[in-house]
């Protein structure tokens, strides 16, 4: 667990601790193989050697301990007390305990360590600074899943680009991201890190990430390394509870989870993660088959895999290694290069080695693979290459990144209803607008979790500002809090669940009641009720699982009070997962998902709200009626008896896989989203309804902005394989594409499937096609799709 990440959670004095707790080491012993320090002679600039013959050399030279150290990843604390070094901690890289370290940003920071690295070490061999550069690095994008939600490839890869120019200035040359996390539950927190739930567009999104982190190669300026993680299932946490186990059937794993990391390999991705689960079994981080078989040998990965944060200490929790000796044994046998945080291997290795439990040939390999990307960084020619403070200035923050920033935004937002066009707001029809809800005014929970460097002071723009930097005195704002979105009661500890009811906003019932009086109160006075409610930013994350799905706090009751007054009524909701949305869909007018929108988020609202951008935004997870659906996902399997199969004869409705008590379909779909204009689709036509084993076909669309408004969207295309020798999920995405539509423009849609579009894990577990019935679907969403047949011959 990351606990130097969760500031907010806590007083600085407390958060101070939980620092030295998830470090131990920084107070103890360690090994030092450097005890008589000497100032490095080594200066590689010059070097003219290969990159091979160059780390031949320079593994000859290193120590065993040296050697050892290249695998250690620590946490510089960066981010929560500002660069929080001291004497123990700058003693462990010149004692050559450190192959890395992340938290650690800031040129001047990052030079002050890479000095000690590269002139204070027998060696001199500089350190990799990594950081958690998921959504922006000062520049706040979209959440994740926000991003996914535009379905806009070019953007996503943008905005990559973009956090790797910022913090590539600032110190940094790793990432830990892409996310790319197949996630089917909405209770896990970390569905707001993640694409959603579909294998292609996971694929396609980190793809477009990788590349934008990465760029042509990580030696160019601007660019950083990527990590594919969590390697791999992590996503399949049982129950929706973070580190929970995960049991996950070989065709799944193959077929869904595994995708999106081949897909990163293939586009060049240079690290991997591991995850925290226990898979069937085998914890990820100590699993030899996926880490060597699978990635290794079988697919050719040849950059180096870090473990989770103390992932490897975890093993013996997990019952997988008897104590820590045991732990770091299983796992750098196991694949796992990089240990990061727990220090095991600084501290067994060795031990480990002269028992001949581990190889030195593996460590060998290991420190490689390490060295070879320290290379390719180009820290070898000039180790403080990311520590220069002017270009820091000039890349950082910069109109153009704010810019980018609030048109990913703008891209993000899904408009789930939109009854009788509330929305746009038309200001010329009104005079006032009431702002309610805790998350209108609200700068911190604005740029989301795991908001890498990301200001959650001054710097975002909120919705009331960048509703009032649009309207003009005509129209007046009025603005208040409304509710809580947090618990209203927190848990006083692990042990019981609600086991007290300190509440966590410190206020009374009567101060609740105030705030809605005071909401109330703007409302009648208004002609627009605009309600900007969700969850508080660290509800969703790591180790911020939920059991409910539903607006948190007392903003049902806000909305309830609200509604009374029949006013036309908006919610904008802020939040890192799908929740359940049932009595706002029956009883607000409008509804427009903005996700946790990131720096410029307040003003890419507003241009949505009063109509200055048009929303295109699909969702790219199923958003359920309720949690008791869960897990619900459209590319489910049909089951023997599904729903509207029956027949009176043999199978009466009520023994159909059905609920009692809800519908089975979901509240919104996979892939919808609502535009401000209006899309009419075409029949489609199929090239030929025969599909040879060498041939392709083409499935065309016109499709039409029937409105009077520009737009974009997202025109999407599913296959079923009717019959398989294993079962075929009844809709599978296989491409997809984004359009802008002038008004009344009509475009030919056009989609190539070859049988390679096809393929699947057959029931022997070989990769390929089988001929037969195919429907291939076409349409604006998952559930709004017409459908055609062919067949794919011998
Ligand atoms: C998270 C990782 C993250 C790491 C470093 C862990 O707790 O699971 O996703 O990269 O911390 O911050």
Redesign the pocket.
């Known amino acids: 667990?990351?606990f130097?990440?969760k500031t907010s959670y806590c007083a600085l004095v407390f958060l101070f601790s939980q620092c030295i707790h998830a470090n131990p080491t920084m107070f103890s012993d360690v090994i030092n193989p450097n005890s008589n320090q000497e100032l490095s002679q080594n200066d590689w600039r010059n070097s003219s050697l290969s990159m091979d013959k160059f780390i031949d050399d320079l593994l000859e030279k290193m120590t065993l301990d040296e050697k050892i150290g290249q695998l250690d990843l620590q946490?510089g604390y960066r981010g929560v007390t500002g660069p929080f070094v001291n004497a123990a901690y700058e003693q462990q890289i010149r004692n050559g305990n450190v192959g890395a370290i992340?938290?650690a940003y800031g040129a001047e920071f990052g030079k002050r360590l890479q000095t000690i690295a590269v002139e204070q070490t027998r060696l001199g061999i500089p350190i990799i600074m990594?950081?958690?550069v998921?959504h922006g690095h000062k520049t706040i994008f979209p959440q994740s899943i926000g991003e996914a939600a535009s379905w806009d490839l070019e953007a996503i890869r943008l905005s990559a680009k973009i956090a790797a120019k910022e913090a590539s200035a600032d110190g940094i040359m790793w990432t830990?991201?892409p996310?790319a996390d197949i996630v089917r539950d909405p209770r896990w927190g970390?569905v707001s890190?993640s694409v959603g739930e579909d294998p292609l567009l996971t694929s396609a999104i980190s793809v477009a990430r990788v590349k934008g982190f990465q760029g042509e190669d990580i030696s160019l300026d601007d660019t950083i390394m990527a990590?594919a993680?969590?390697f791999v299932g992590?996503g399949a946490s049982q129950a929706g509870r973070d580190y929970n186990s995960t049991d996950i059937s070989e065709h799944s794993l193959w077929s869904l989870y595994l995708l999106p990391f081949k897909a990163m390999l293939d586009a060049g991705v240079t690290t991997f993660?591991t995850?925290?689960n226990d898979l069937n079994g085998t914890p990820v981080t100590g699993n030899r088959y996926l880490l060597e078989d699978v990635l290794r040998d079988k697919w050719g990965f040849k950059g180096f895999v870090v473990t989770?944060?103390?992932a490897v200490k975890e093993l013996v929790a997990h019952g997988y290694a008897k104590d820590e000796k045991h732990a770091a044994q299983l796992a750098f046998n196991g694949g796992a290069d990089m240990d990061?945080?727990g220090q095991t291997y600084l501290k067994y290795l060795k031990l480990l080695i002269e028992e001949r439990k581990v190889s030195e040939a593996r460590l060998n390999g290991a420190v490689r693979r390490i060295l070879e990307m320290k290379w390719r960084l180009g820290l070898f020619a000039d180790p403080y290459r990311y520590h220069d403070d002017k270009r820091a200035a000039q890349r950082i923050l910069t109109k153009e990144n704010l810019a980018a920033a609030n048109d990913m935004a703008r891209r993000s937002m899904v408009l789930l209803k939109n009854h009788n066009q509330t929305l746009p707001i038309d200001t010329k029809k009104i005079n006032s607008i009431a702002l309610i809800g805790p998350l209108a005014d609200n700068r911190y929970d604005m740029i989301g979790n795991?908001a890498g460097a990301g200001d959650r002071g001054a710097q975002p723009v909120t919705v009331k500002e960048g509703l009032e930097s649009i309207l003009g005195e005509d129209v007046t704002t009025r603005y208040a809090k409304g509710a809580t979105h947090s618990y209203l009661l927190s848990h006083t500890g692990m042990s019981s669940l609600m086991d007290i009811d300190v509440p966590v906003s410190g206020q009374t019932v009567q101060d609740l009641q105030t705030e809605i009086d005071e909401a109330l109160k703007i409302a009648k006075e208004s002609d627009v009720v605009v309600m900007v409610l969700g969850e508080d930013q660290r509800m969703s994350g790591?180790?911020s699982s939920r059991t409910e799905l539903s607006l948190p706090g007392n903003q049902q009751v806000l909305m309830e009070a609200l509604r009374s007054l029949n006013k036309p009524l908006i919610l904008v909701v802020m939040s890192g997962r799908p929740n359940d949305l049932r009595w706002a869909d029956s009883n607000v007018d409008a509804i427009l998902h903005a996700w946790y929108p990131g720096t410029m988020g307040g003003q890419a609202v507003a241009d949505v709200l009063l109509g200055k951008y048009n929303p295109a935004g699909k969702l790219p997870m199923t958003f359920p009626r309720t949690v008791g659906q869960v897990p619900l996902f459209y590319n489910h399997k049909n089951t023997g008896r599904p729903i509207g199969s029956a027949n009176p004869a043999h199978t009466p409705a009520e023994y159909t896989s059905r609920y009692d008590d809800s519908l089975n379909s979901p509240l919104y779909a996979f892939g919808h989203g609502l535009s401000y204009t209006q899309f009419e689709y075409s029949p489609p036509i199929l090239s030929s309804e025969k599909l040879t084993p060498k041939g392709e076909l083409t499935i065309t669309v016109q499709v039409t902005n029937i409105g009077d408004r520009k737009g974009e969207e997202v025109i999407q295309l599913y296959t079923h394989q009717k019959v398989g020798s294993i079962t075929r999920p009844i809709k599978e995405l296989k491409g997809f594409q984004k359009l802008e539509f002038a008004p009344g423009e009509t475009k030919n849609v056009k989609f190539t499937l070859t049988p390679a579009d096809l393929a699947f894990f057959r029931a022997d577990m070989t990769w390929g096609t089988e001929p037969g019935e195919f429907d291939v679907m076409v349409g604006g969403a998952s559930n709004q799709v017409q459908t055609l047949a062919f067949t794919l011959t011998d």
Do not use: L, P, Q
């Open positions: 667990m990351n130097c990440i946490s992340f938290n990594g950081h958690d998921i830990f991201a996310v970390r890190e990590t993680k969590h992590y993660m995850g925290f989770d944060y103390t990061m945080v795991w790591e180790a």
